[in-house]
């Protein structure tokens, strides 16, 4: 599954320290594992918090005196739930183990090594999801099951199950097309009985080959006969199925009344896209998922690859619109033209083909997919009486039994496109379940490329977003957001694309000191030009680790002639948590300079206040995940006035980003929010030109 802030694991810690809890929060989202947690400290909270929301997991330590891991147990057990258990322990051995299996916890994890915290809680969420997904499956295939059942009584399509030969099943319009009056005249009758003398041979030599679970063909041409023994040309479909638990096959057969020659013209001409001649996309897809199939069943290797012309619209621009069929037409012909005659192609969308390379290696894949790149970046393209220089990007995926799932096919080789576009395009990214580090190290190594390129060219730039006083405070308030400029023009790179990459390799306190000596210079210009402008800017932890920073803002502050006070510098708070001394420090040092330091994903944490006994933030910006639903959610509303009201009491000041919808702002503004921002009030733009008054 897909882990990340879209994604949130709402977790259970049963432990008596709140910075033990604490710190294992800290680094499950420091791996990037978004988490809601709660801490119950009673055996009753625990019990109010599994029936009010129910948890994804339960983290109790083994040595826990609040609620005891037997009482855990018998809490989680009374649920009915299908709710995970793991035991933090800090040593481990046989009888911990033991003992942690008969209470019937899933597992245990090491306190000390928060790697095996990670890994396990992954592979337990991983877990969870799968088999509540089954569960939605199979309550849908229930569902589905019924509904086709009525559809298939009431369609006019002659439609029949067949096992091993025998009629088990057939509709009305079936029994009709032959004479049948009730399926009680044909159950049990071999199909092969209402196939004409002289096509019963190929017929059963037919369904040999599907018993043995070989591919039906699209359509198979023949001649049926009635229950009076007339002939009738008909065409068949065959697909597998399920009725009543036994697995057999799905007959649909409809009266060939065209020439058959002429109908396989029109279904040919059916399966095709008309400006291309390739296959059109609903043929490819039905293509793929047989070649996937047959990947999860056999083991077997195919390959999927997507082709996608680079700088589209620059080319559409130089040709004109009335060329864009003209233009499609030439990358088809080019494709076709380099492709093998076992490839299958399509056009997969507006501008975007699709390549099948079945029983494809990950060798031979790399060599078809880079044999295409070169076919487009090494020739002239001819688009009626013009010459064009034209480029592609691929992005591929290497389908095996690892990755058996149409949807999971197209997702990656999507990725895989937009990853190569993102880095300038004429390039292949192809995801090999079997090779990830291989391909996933080149395709950093491109980014890191990238972000340094950006650094040294000063390609980064900055997006505005005013925050808006809920309660007529004077003055206008900003938050920077950082972007990288694309290939293109206009095109802008979004941060959670490359800060990642930029962490794993140490590149965070550069970016942050570019963010903050642009938001310094915008701001002394602004002041410069009569306007005074409070800015909010966000720094990572990488900040935190020397004073560079704050070298870096004194000599920009001395430089720019800006105003210290106008500079607020946001740290997330669970990074604050984690870097209490280094954060004290960093707030002290900017201190010196008017420049203060709010916190950002506020109440995320198991108890944000406490923090503010020991690090004194000068703004508080909500988590965003309390916004969401805010209208509808009695919860969030709560936990919005809670931090609201505690906040005023500090005497802090409170933000609410992520902003959607008049309903949020009406609970906002009664809460006693004092600042939100968000799309529904205005967009970032590069401009600041927000009427505040």
């Known amino acids: 599954m897909q882990f990340g802030k879209d994604t949130a694991l709402r977790l259970v810690i049963v432990d008596d320290s709140v910075e033990a809890a604490e710190a294992i929060v800290s680094g499950l989202r420091n791996s990037g594992i978004a988490v809601r947690p709660s801490r119950p400290e009673s055996e009753d909270d625990l019990r109010a918090l599994i029936a009010q929301q129910p948890p994804d997991l339960v983290l109790a330590a083994r040595s826990a005196h609040t609620v005891p891991l037997e009482k855990v147990m018998q809490v989680v057990d009374a649920t009915g739930k299908d709710l995970p258990v793991l035991v933090l322990i800090n040593q481990l051995d046989d009888s911990r183990l033991l003992q942690a299996m008969q209470l019937g916890a899933r597992g245990v994890v090491l306190r000390e090594h928060m790697d095996h915290v990670q890994s396990t809680v992954r592979a337990e969420w991983s877990d969870l999801e799968a088999r509540r997904a089954l569960r939605r499956l199979e309550a849908q295939v229930r569902e589905t099951e ?40 044909i159950e049990g009758m071999s199909l092969l009985d209402l196939i004409a003398p002289q096509h019963v041979s190929n017929f059963k030599q037919l369904l040999k080959q599907l018993s043995k679970g070989e591919p039906p063909p699209p359509r198979y041409d023949t001649q049926a006969r009635a229950l009076d023994g007339s002939l009738f040309p008909a065409v068949m479909e065959f697909t597998a199925a399920s009725y009543e638990g036994e697995n057999c096959l799905q007959v649909v057969l409809r009266r060939q009344e065209l020439d058959p ?5 029109v279904e040919e001409l059916r399966q095709r896209d008309q400006v291309t001649g390739l296959l059109n996309r609903a043929t490819f897809l039905r293509a793929l998922e047989d070649t996937v199939a047959d990947a999860a069943q056999n083991a077997s290797h195919h390959a999927l690859l997507l082709v996608e012309p680079d700088h589209y619209t620059r080319l559409m621009q130089d040709i004109g619109l009335d060329a864009a069929d003209e233009l499609i037409s030439g990358f088809a012909a080019r494709l076709r033209s380099t492709l093998g005659p076992d490839d299958v192609a399509a056009r997969f969308s507006e501008h975007q083909f699709a390549v099948l390379s079945r029983n494809s290696d990950h060798v031979g894949t790399t060599a078809l997919a880079e044999k295409l790149r070169s076919a487009f970046s090494d020739e002239v393209l001819e688009i009626g009486n013009r010459s064009l220089t034209a480029t592609v990007s691929i992005g591929g995926v290497q389908i095996g039994e690892k990755i058996a799932s149409v949807t999971a096919v197209l997702a990656k080789a999507s990725q895989g496109v937009q990853s190569t576009i993102g ?20 395709r950093i190594e491109a980014w890191v490329a990238r972000i340094r390129d950006a650094l040294d060219g000063d390609r980064f730039l900055m997006n505005f977003q005013p925050l808006i006083s809920l309660h007529g405070a004077p003055g206008e308030m900003y938050e920077a957001y950082l972007r990288m400029q694309g290939d293109e023009p206009g095109e802008l790179v979004q941060p959670l694309t490359f800060l990642q990459i930029a962490e794993e390799h140490g590149l965070l306190w550069e970016i942050d000191r570019w963010v903050v000596g642009k938001a310094i210079q915008v701001i002394g210009d602004r002041q410069r030009s009569g306007k005074r402008t409070t800015m909010l ?22 430089k720019h002639g800006t105003d210290g006070s106008l500079l607020v510098l946001q740290l997330p708070e669970a990074k604050v948590f984690t870097n209490l001394r280094a954060a004290q420090e960093f707030q002290t040092g900017v201190a010196k300079f008017g420049i203060r330091v709010g916190l950002e994903q506020f109440g995320a944490g ?24 805010l209208p509808t959610s009695p919860d969030h509303q709560q936990r919005i006035r809670e931090i609201a009201d505690k906040a005023h009491e500090l005497g802090k000041q409170t933000i609410a980003e992520f902003v959607q919808d008049a309903g949020s702002m009406t609970i906002l503004f009664s809460a006693g929010i ?10 970032a733009s590069p401009d600041m030109d927000y009427e505040f008054e």
Do not use: W
């Open 261 to 265: 020659e002429l109908a396989r013209e």
């Open 146 to 185: 019924r509904r086709c059942d009525a559809l298939i009584d009431s369609s006019r399509d002659p439609i029949a199950y067949i096992h091993e030969g025998m009629h088990i099943r057939a509709n009305p319009a079936y029994l009709e097309i032959f004479g049948f009056e009730l399926f009680e005249d």
């Open 537 to 558: 800017v966000k720094i990572t932890q990488a900040s935190l680790q020397d004073d560079s920073l704050l070298r870096h803002i004194e000599e920009k502050l001395a």
């Open 423 to 442: 880095v300038g395009g004429n390039r292949v990214e192809l995801f090999d379940p079997g090779a990830v580090d291989r391909a996933e190290e080149a």
């Open 674 to 683: 004092d600042y939100a921002q968000g799309h529904f009030l205005a967009a």
């Open 606 to 629: 198991l108890n944000s206040f406490q923090l503010l006994s020991h690090f004194d933030a000068a703004l508080l910006k909500i988590d965003r995940g309390f916004m969401q639903d």
